[in-house]
């Protein structure tokens, strides 16, 4: 299966030539030209520094390895990897499995997809299928009520923030990224797509044509061949084949049967044409499934269409480069225009004040560093409202590390601003941090807290120089000064 004219940019988003190997490997079905596909990889793999890309596919090869090679020297090595990938998953999915439960006993509806979907359904190949994590879907007015049953049971947020941040940024996000003990991840999402391929109208259909399946123990929802490669291919053009086993998923969805109308229509409603002109040439060509000629030839020419979308999900689809060069900073250039847009679509972002000089020195001996102080005004009373500014000068003492330092303002369960500074390497030691805000309490809302927060969380077992890097700053507040607003 080939491209028109332009096939040359279209095959330049395809895998690298050790992927490639990779999947054809662990996806075709004929198994003489797999097993020619191994032979390649193991002839130019270095197997003691393999990418994380490789490591992971290699699951898919090596449940067919006694049949594709069965005398090479490195299939105990391989199978040794293999093992080690799938209870990797199992840990992941046994965790998640536990918020899954937790979300289905409060009546919450959750679809599952990418690797998930695999497993819900019981693919017979959805053991190679490595699994870090588990991407679940909740209907739009569901995702407060999912999101405070998860935090209520131990789960927080990977990115910075408090959970009153994140939960007063809800109703504009795609999702959010929890974590939980040594092993538990859990994407929560309001929708399975992201900026640019998101529909302002919703994804009915998805639920529609979405069938039952069952994922640690819960009752999931999973989506229709045709849709599961959409998404598929719209989170593969972000990805930059970091892994490319998206590829993989979308053979066995090709196999278990399309309806490639509903698959156009899909398509043309998301402008995913590009996606799907590099992913269905890569499968029908590399992977050997059978894509309507028809459906590829209708989307080269919807891609050739928007020439701009076109090389923008070209430059974000393609490998990342190892050099810098012109596909470098054009892939650059794409990613940050497009994380640009996205931030300006977040009506519910909280304000971010950086710190000002602050004068002197910090205390010298002291032992009342905290991660969270509560901020006395002293003309407030609780029972009263109150607006005006705050004015407070913190001390920290600062890993070695270069770093964002954050914090943040909340009173009862809501946010009100975040404070951050940015620090460089200078070795361990003591800082004054200046910080003036506005800040408006209601009637009742209690005295606001200053709280560290991290700039990243990890699960539990994380490396120390990470939590240095990236947890939270203990602190004790200096001088605080508020000054009310005039009524």
């Known amino acids: 299966m080939g491209y028109g004219r332009l096939g040359v940019i279209f095959r330049a988003a395809w895998p690298t030539p050790q992927v490639d190997r990779l999947l054809r490997a662990g996806a075709l079905l004929d198994v003489a030209a797999a097993a020619q596909a191994w032979r390649d990889f193991e002839a130019a793999a270095d197997f003691d520094h393999l990418t994380g890309g490789e490591m992971r596919l290699i699951g898919l090869a090596a449940r067919r390895l006694a049949t594709l090679a069965p005398d090479s020297p490195m299939r105990p090595r391989i199978e040794g990897i293999e093992r080690a990938n799938w209870s990797s998953s199992q840990l992941a999915l046994g965790e998640a499995g536990a918020g899954l439960r937790a979300l289905q006993a409060a009546g919450v509806e959750m679809l599952v997809m990418k690797g998930a979907t695999r497993a819900a359904t019981g693919d017979s190949g959805a053991r190679g299928r490595m699994l870090n994590d588990v991407d679940v879907v909740v209907r739009p007015e569901d995702l407060p009520k999912a999101f405070e049953i998860l935090t209520d049971d131990a789960w927080r947020p990977a990115g910075s923030g408090s959970v009153p941040y994140h939960a007063s940024r809800l109703d504009s996000v795609v999702g959010i990224n929890l974590i939980r003990g040594r092993f538990g991840n859990l994407d929560l999402h309001r929708t399975p797509f992201h900026p640019p391929y998101d529909l302002a109208r919703g994804d009915d259909g998805i639920w529609q044509r979405s069938i039952p399946g069952r994922l640690g123990y819960a009752a999931v929802r999973v989506p229709s061949p045709a849709d599961a490669i959409a998404i598929s291919m719209a989170h593969g053009a972000l990805d930059a084949h970091k892994s490319s086993d998206w590829l993989a998923d979308i053979a066995a969805a090709i196999d278990s049967g399309v309806d490639w109308d509903t698959f156009e229509e899909i398509v043309r409603s998301r402008h995913l044409h ?172 209690g005295m606001p807290t200053l709280t560290a927060v991290p700039s990243r969380r990890f699960n539990t077992g994380a490396p120390e120089d990470l939590q240095a890097r990236y947890g939270p700053t203990p602190f004790e507040i200096v001088t605080l000064k508020a000054k009310k607003a005039r009524t």
């Not at 590099?278 to 020419?301: F, I, K, M, Q």
């Not at 070209?314 to 225009?337: C, H, M, S």
């Not at 001996?365 to 913190?394: C, F, H, N, Y």
């Not at 030691?429 to 408006?440: A, E, N, V």
């Open 274 to 445: 590009t996606p799907a002109t590099v992913a269905l040439g890569y499968v029908g060509s590399r992977l050997a499934r059978d894509v309507p000629a028809r459906t590829l030839r209708n989307a080269e020419h919807g891609a050739l269409r928007e020439p701009l979308r076109l090389l923008a999900a070209v430059a974000e689809t393609r490998p990342k480069a190892r050099t810098v060069g012109i596909a470098w900073f054009l892939r650059a250039l794409v990613k940050q225009r497009r994380l640009w847009r996205e931030h300006r679509t977040v009506s519910a972002r909280s304000p971010v004040i950086l710190s000002r000089p602050a004068l002197g020195r910090p205390p010298a001996g002291s032992t009342g560093r905290v991660l969270q102080q509560t901020m006395q005004l002293p003309d407030r009373k609780e029972v009263e409202a109150w607006r005006g500014s705050v004015l407070v000068t913190i001390a920290v003492d600062l890993p070695s590390a270069s770093r964002r330092v954050d914090f943040e303002v909340n009173s009862m369960t809501r946010h009100h601003v975040r404070l951050r500074s940015i620090v460089l390497d200078r070795g361990r030691r003591g800082r004054l941090f200046c910080f003036r805000f506005p800040l408006s309490l209601a009637i009742g809302e």
